[in-house]
């Protein structure tokens, strides 16, 4: 993948995402010694699935954030084909509880870059050469990650 700058923001659960003030975040400023995998999904916030996926991907980071996995939710889309803004990203965190690294991609280019033609999109992702090791487009609550991470963890 390359080295995306998306507008985002770092929210503690609980949180309100509106009271975090946005700023420019690269997909290797996120990166660190304490940082294996990055889970990447990608939502729109017309899409059922993906609200739905909320707390399954929370429960996923909050398992596996101790153990080097950082989860990131990209929202790409606040209506059909049309780009998220911050204030959207605000309106989903809200809306769905979401909180850690919340990120907009206003123009659209990790969607083009990724090749993501549905919705949710997840990502494994090689934090140290930005490698896509794992992609699904199943809802997590049909096909969890979590097997996935253990093997990797477990032999990567």
């Known amino acids: 993948l390359p080295?995306?700058?998306?507008?985002?923001?770092s929210v503690t659960v609980g949180q309100p995402a509106d009271s975090?003030?946005?700023?420019?975040?690269?997909?290797?400023?996120?990166?660190?010694?304490a940082v294996r995998f990055f889970v990447i999904e990608t939502a729109?916030?017309?899409?059922?699935?993906?609200?739905?996926?909320?707390?399954a991907m929370m429960q996923l980071e909050a398992d596996y954030g101790t153990k080097g996995v950082l989860g990131l939710e990209v929202l790409?889309?606040?209506?059909?084909?049309?780009?998220?803004?911050?204030?959207?990203?605000?309106n989903w965190s809200r809306d769905h509880g979401v909180s850690g690294t919340l990120l907009v991609d206003a123009q659209?280019?990790?969607?083009?870059?990724?090749?993501?033609?549905?919705?949710?999109t997840y990502f494994i992702v090689d934090a140290a050469t930005m490698r896509i090791i794992e992609r699904s487009n199943d809802p997590l609550v049909a096909t969890p990650l979590g097997?996935?991470?253990?093997?990797?963890l477990a032999n990567y």
């Open 44 to 55: 729109g916030a017309w899409c059922s699935d993906c609200a739905g996926d909320q707390p």
């Open 108 to 120: 659209k280019a990790f969607e083009h870059a990724a090749g993501i033609i549905a919705f949710p």
């Open 147 to 152: 097997p996935t991470l253990d093997q990797l």
């Open 76 to 90: 790409l889309e606040a209506a059909f084909d049309v780009a998220a803004t911050p204030s959207d990203l605000d």
């Open 3 to 9: 080295d995306l700058l998306f507008a985002g923001k």
């Open 20 to 33: 975090v003030a946005s700023q420019m975040i690269s997909l290797g400023s996120l990166r660190s010694d």
